[in-house]
């Protein structure tokens, strides 16, 4: 199984936060056949809420340190934002929101063919479209 985490579900499961049991065996599972994806975007929004205050990361560390050591302990892999998923992002069937991470999210879940794990109430409102698939945080 692979598996796509936005960053509120990467925060939330490296924080250790109490999680429906489908994403954290989801999330396992896919640690388990290194085939946990993290979009590159992700570690924008991250450290965009850490230099606005709005997220303290572990032991007062630098959004590049706490990054790189996440996915290095945690196994999980970079998606890169490719010329293809900055296309797809905006090609991604209507009706579906306008922010651009999220989109950049999405199209990647779609390249993949992989579920988005999110607390993201927009996100999870599109698998009932029939457009991606998502496992509720």
């Known amino acids: 199984m692979q598996i796509v985490l936005d960053a ?6 490296v924080d250790g936060e109490p999680m429906q049991p489908a994403a ?20 924008t929004e991250v450290a965009r809420k850490a230099a606005a205050g709005r997220l303290r990361l572990s032991n007062g560390m630098s ?7 996440v996915m ?4 999980f892999q970079e998606f890169p934002t490719s010329i293809e998923v900055a296309i797809s992002a905006y090609e991604l069937p209507e009706p579906f929101h306008k922010d651009p991470a999220d ?9 993949l063919n992989a579920p988005v794990v999110t607390v993201d109430r927009r ?7 029939g457009h991606v698939a998502a496992i509720a945080c």
Do not use: D
Not at 8 to 13: G, N, R
Not at 24 to 43: E, F, G, K, M, N
Not at 103 to 111: E, K
């Open 8 to 13: 509120c579900a990467l925060i939330a499961f």
């Open 24 to 43: 954290t065996r989801a999330i396992q599972v896919a640690q388990s056949r290194a085939t946990a994806w993290v979009p590159s975007v992700a570690a």
């Open 63 to 69: 959004a590049r340190l706490w990054f790189a050591g």
């Open 72 to 75: 290095a302990r945690q196994g």
């Open 103 to 111: 989109r950049l999210i999405v199209a990647s879940a779609r390249l």
């Open 123 to 129: 996100i999870l409102g599109y698998p009932r479209l």
